[in-house]
């Protein structure tokens, strides 16, 4: 499996901001979108191009646009959803899907309360967004619901990651590309990422 740990500097710095706990909630939700739109720049970097021919204004160019193969986001509910807007930015035409997961307070497990895919979404490549990789239970379960209903090109994105959940995804899942800003230290025994940045759900809507 390729986990790739992204070293930019304008996402290490916002990262900063994201684990700062003075950050209030409306910057912290606009960050965690800016971060999204950046690791998005790198976890498409080798979609497929074709050559097509342009007319400026001048005379014609011979460019590179995608070709034509279909992208899908689908975000683990509910942080999920803070990382949508800032890759949608860059590749609009990307259809959205929604998985609902939990994770039970006592056994750490994902629990499946909704499921939601476009209709061709194991024709399109599909980038699985979640702000934090911890135990990888939530990650594991997502894409088994994802591969049950024939995907075979995923793309993982976390914000913050940890050997753990590398190591859950990694035994499940050993095909699935990840990509994170950051690989953290370890799990603590509520199955926190330390230092982390906390819980992501709460701090990107405010609910806690």
């Known amino acids: 499996m390729a986990v790739h740990v992204l070293n930019h500097p304008l996402i290490q710095h916002k990262l900063a901001v994201l684990r700062n706990e003075k950050t209030p909630v409306k910057e912290f939700r606009e960050v965690v979108g800016e971060i999204a739109g950046l690791m998005c720049y790198e976890a498409t970097r080798n979609l497929p191009t074709k050559e097509v021919t342009v007319k400026t204004p001048v005379a014609t160019a011979k460019c590179r646009m995608l070709s034509g193969k279909k992208l899908a986001i689908v975000p683990v509910l509910r942080a999920g959803l803070g990382m949508v807007d800032g890759m949608v930015s860059l590749i609009p035409s990307a259809k959205i899907g929604h998985i609902g997961l939990y994770r039970d307070p006592e056994t750490h497990k994902p629990v499946e309360y909704y499921c939601k895919l476009p209709e061709d979404i194991g024709s399109r490549v599909v980038f699985l967004v979640d702000p ?4 990888g239970g939530s990650a594991v379960a997502a894409i088994n619901f994802l591969k049950e209903r ?50 992501a759900g709460d701090r990107i809507f405010g609910t806690k």
């Not at 934090?132 to 135990?135: E, G, H, K, Q």
């Open 132 to 135: 934090m990789l911890a135990t």
């Open 150 to 199: 024939g995907c075979r090109n995923i793309v993982m994105m976390n914000i913050i990651g940890c050997p753990e959940g590398i190591k859950a995804v990694e035994e499940a899942h050993p095909d699935v590309e990840v990509y994170l800003a950051a690989c953290d230290e370890k799990l603590n025994a509520h199955a926190y990422i330390v230092p982390g940045l906390g819980d």
